[in-house]
């Protein structure tokens, strides 16, 4: 049974950044994307960052320049490093990973920007 554990969110002012975690567990297999959705309240959920096996990332224009994404292989890990983070980056975020052909969740993390 995998299961991806997150970690990092929180109540930070606009300007300030945050560092989110998502650990795999269950699982032998190195996952094949890792990626960070977003969901703010009211809103449908949309792609924050994805990352190849590779290092290959892709970003939407919206977070360009002030997050990173980047991940473990050996620790079946992923993070996401956000900058100069904005009130409208408030949502919950959640951790994917496609492992063995299948797509996993994490539980979502709340993060909240002040102005």
């Known amino acids: 049974q995998v299961q991806l554990v997150e970690s990092g969110g929180g109540l930070v002012q606009a300007g300030g950044s945050l560092r989110l975690s998502c650990a795999a567990s269950g699982s032998a297999r190195s996952a094949i994307v890792m990626a960070w959705y977003r969901q703010a309240q009211g809103k449908q959920r949309e792609l924050a960052a994805s990352i190849t096996f590779s290092d290959s990332a892709r970003y939407p224009d919206s977070v360009k320049g002030r997050f990173t994404i980047s991940r473990d292989n050996t620790q079946n890990t992923v993070f996401l490093q956000m900058n100069s983070l904005k009130p409208e980056d408030t949502a919950v975020y959640y951790c994917?990973?496609?492992?063995?052909?299948?797509?996993?969740w994490g539980q979502g993390t709340q993060v909240t920007v002040s102005s």
């Open positions: 994917n990973m496609n492992i063995g052909g299948r797509d996993y």
